[in-house]
């Protein structure tokens, strides 16, 4: 594996952007349950990128939680985030761009990363 000895891919592919501050709830408490070794990225395509930018409503909050949560990362589709007019500067700290959302949760799975689809 490339980041971690375990991990797994939350996909967020849908249109509300406050879905990736309530993926890091079901991050914690996977983390809870299976230690604090477990890596975590939300991934995220479609208009749920929009969650991740420093404009967006929940911004402070989804930093908070990151800070909180070492061990989870947002990752968004940079051709999602082109479509919405988002930057990698206008992302929130904790967040980057992938080159795409399908490519990067098939490596992940080559990686020996769980996937699970929101």
Known sequence: MTDATRGFVFHIADN???RILAAT???R???AALGDDVQVEILAQ???VT???KSAAQAGDLVVALQELPTVKVTLCSLAA???GITEDDLVEGARLVPT???HAVQRQFDGWAYIRA
């Open 46 to 48: 479609g208009g749920a």
């Open 29 to 31: 408490n996977a983390i």
């Open 82 to 84: 082109k479509g919405h």
């Open 25 to 27: 709830a079901s991050a």
């Open 101 to 103: 959302a399908t490519a």
């Open 51 to 53: 969650g991740a930018s």
């Open 16 to 18: 509300d952007p406050a």
